[in-house]
Each structure stands twice: as C-alpha cells, then as structure tokens.
C-alpha cells in the first residue's frame, strides 16, 4: 500500500485559493463573462459577489458560474496551479444590508474594490469612476480541478475548512526561496526521489504540510510534494520545518563548537 503523504484538504484548498485569488471571471446565463474584484465567501454558505451595476441589475435571478484562478507564484511553464468552479443562483442584495455587509467583508478581507461598491449613501458616480452592485451566489456546487484531476466539495466542508494560514505570504516567501537561497532550494530538491528529478525542478506551493515542486520535462510537467515532519502553524515552526527536511544539526537549539 502506497503511503498517505499529508497535505490540505480539498476544501482547505479550495479555501486558500479563493483568498489568493485576485479579480475572478463570473459567467452568467446567456450573458458574456463578467470580471468580479470582490468574490467572498459568507457563513450562509453563499459567496458575495460585486458586479458592474449595470451587469448586476439583470443578472439576480440567474444562474452563474464563478471561476477563481490560482496562479503559480513563480514564472511556470503551466502557470495555472488550479481552477475553482463555484455553481450557484444570483440573488439581490437588499439595500439595508449592504453596508453592514461591505463591513463584514472588509474586516476579514480588505479589498480596495469594496469602496466602488454602491450603497444607499453612495455619491453619485462620476464619468471615470466605475461602480459595482453587491449580489450573492447561492452555491449549487463547488468543484478545484487541477494536475491531478477534478473533485467535488460540500458547502458545508467549505464552511469549516480554513485558509492554509501561510497563504498569504506564499508567493513572498517563495520568491525569497528563490533568489536569495538557491543553497537551501537545491538541498530541498536533493530530497525528491531521483526519478522525479529528470527535468526542470522549480517551487512550485507552500503550505502547512510542505512544499509542492513542478518538474517540467521533456515529456510533460508532474508535480511532486516534499511534506514536512509534521504540519505546522507559524513561522518558528516553519522555520524549524525546513531545518528537518535539509537535517540540520542545530535543529534543536544544539550550538556549535567554538
């Protein structure tokens, strides 16, 4: 039996990658695309959408298809890591519960587009300044695709599942991987099996439970994981995670001879 080698939950996943993820496309029923700043997901289950208001006015009542893209944090062959497909119905915002709700949104997400989303108190627009109207999408689905397939996941694994809590500092701390410490990225790859290191070995993820590396040969890309010892939740820990993996002497506070 092939080992189970830890790594994030679908909906773990899911989650990160809707937090990562910067505008998305939201594809509405015999309508063309729409881009969307603000794709935030709600304790009910539903996501909070902003459209151009004149988008917004004919599309609640409609089904939708939102698309997150989460994008490689370094240059990539295949730059795509994953797509999330969120399936649902558009329902209005009352104009009573915008505010309270931008509020809630902004607490948890700061997003400079909720500043153009149109409340009761609003100024009018002027010629230059583009406005966005709050809907909800009510999740019929959800479904990540990505290199190793396609797979479903509940509202309510969704709900309780959490960002990866390095998320947000993935693409920083990759790129300092990269450039400044090529030292500890080649002792890193050094780990893979060496089947696995035909091609060009690049960062590819970073998350609790380790790293993910795409080789890109030249017979196709594969992705390879390099988990740590156990999952970890901070930097110390990430930090100490990567002394394991590259077995580092010090890892435990021992000290050098002098």
């Not at 030292?183 to 060009?200: E, I, M, N, Q, W």
């Not at 998350?207 to 901070?234: A, C, K, N, S």
Request: positive net charge.
């Amino acid at each position: 039996m092939t080992p189970t080698i830890p790594a994030p939950t679908t909906a773990e996943r899911i989650r990160s990658a809707c937090s990562r993820a910067g505008a998305a496309l939201l594809a509405i029923e015999r309508r063309d695309p729409v881009p969307t700043p603000v794709h935030h997901l709600l304790p009910d289950g539903s996501f909070a959408i902003a459209l151009p208001v004149g988008a917004a006015r004919a599309a609640s009542g409609s089904q939708a298809l939102l698309e997150l893209t989460d994008y490689a944090p370094l240059p990539l062959r295949e730059p795509v890591r994953s797509l999330v497909w969120v399936r649902g119905r558009l329902v209005s915002v009352p104009g009573a519960a915008v505010t309270a709700l931008l509020d809630r949104i902004a607490t948890e997400h700061p997003n400079p587009a909720l500043l153009q989303v149109e409340t009761p108190r609003s100024a009018p627009a002027d010629g230059g300044d583009a406005r966005y109207a709050l809907l909800r999408l009510e999740i019929a689905s959800v479904v990540v695709t990505d290199s190793t397939g396609a797979e479903p996941v509940s509202v309510s694994d969704l709900l309780a599942a959490r960002p990866d809590p390095f998320c947000a500092i993935e693409a920083s701390l990759l790129w300092h991987l990269d450039t400044v410490h090529n030292d500890v990225l080649a002792r890193l790859v050094s780990k893979l099996p060496a089947p696995l290191r035909r091609g060009k070995v690049r960062p590819l993820g970073l998350d609790r439970y380790g790293m993910r590396f795409r080789i890109e040969g030249t017979d196709g890309d594969r992705d390879v994981r390099l988990p740590f010892h156990r999952p970890v939740d901070d930097m110390p820990g990430l930090s100490q995670a990567f002394r394991l993996l590259m077995g580092c002497p010090f890892v435990n506070g021992l000290r050098a001879r002098r």
